[in-house]
């Protein structure tokens, strides 16, 4: 069954596509859950969405001009917050619904059939194309590389922030280096879940392992492989039953975290 299950190249491009965002959410999901920054990792997708409707508008791939957004958004997000800016909340709020609001003018300007921005929303692994996989590969190798070179800095940044600075470390331009790899990762996961759905795959995994492991490095390979059983099943189960398949791999997700909680109860 399986055999037969992979001999469409679209679900060859799908089940890599979902091994890329499984990578990208192992790495990143445990740091953004670490530093709370699940809102401001909302707020960096959805303005995404911006991007892909100029995309549309100009006529390029869409993933490129989500990622100029997302990055864009990211670090104008950082400058505010290492200012010490009490209002980063309601920029967070500005820049989501800004985004989103630009995604639906650039798309409207759009000329002949109108592009569908449900894809991108709530994801379609199974549009997934060659050229796709080649940025989303990029993106992920790039995130993974920063990551293990930086993995001792991050490791302090998250767990002792003020040792690292006393260390000597530029505690903000690693910040700032954090953001520009959440942003690359969002756009990794755009395809795969959508921007909607993207903050269920990057936040349960990591807090699923989180309740099994302790070491940071630990954390994330059991967040590798619980982001991989989510996201296979949710192909799976959304390709025999006929359903949309971002769809299921959040609803998975949060099925998935809710039973780990139950069984973490368990073991205690």
């Not at 960096?44 to 969405?49: C, E, F």
Request: with cysteine; proline share 2%.
């Amino acid at each position: 069954m399986i055999d037969a299950f992979l001999n469409y190249a679209f679900i060859r491009n799908a089940v890599f596509a979902l091994i890329l965002s499984s990578i990208v959410c192992a790495l990143i999901g445990v740091i953004i859950s670490e530093k709370k920054m699940i809102m401001l990792t909302g707020s960096v997708a959805h303005t995404a969405y911006g991007g892909v409707g100029l995309g549309f508008l100009i006529g390029v791939n869409p993933l490129l001009t989500a990622m100029l957004f997302a990055v864009l958004s990211a670090l104008i997000i950082g400058y505010f917050k290492s200012r010490g800016g009490k209002k980063s909340d309601e920029l967070i709020a500005l820049l989501w619904s800004f985004g989103m609001a630009l995604g639906i003018l650039f798309v409207y300007f759009t000329k002949g059939y109108p592009p569908d921005m449900q894809t991108y929303l709530f994801g379609n692994v199974l549009t997934v194309t060659k050229s796709d996989l080649i940025l989303m590969a990029v993106l992920t190798l790039i995130v993974a590389f920063v990551i293990i070179m930086l993995f001792s800095d991050c490791k302090a940044l998250l767990f002792d922030e003020q040792f690292l600075t006393l260390r000597g470390v530029k505690t903000k331009l690693l910040n700032y280096i954090i953001l520009v790899l959440i942003s690359l990762s969002v756009v990794v996961l755009i395809k795969s879940v959508g921007i909607i759905l993207s903050l269920a795959l990057l936040s349960a995994p990591s807090a699923a392992s989180a309740l099994f492991a302790k070491r940071l490095w630990a954390r994330m390979t059991l967040s590798f492989v619980f982001s991989l059983i989510i996201t296979l099943s949710g192909l799976a189960l959304s390709h025999f039953l006929l359903l949309p398949a971002g769809a299921m791999i959040a609803i998975i997700a949060a099925t998935f975290y809710a039973l780990s909680l139950i069984i973490a109860k368990i073991k205690k």
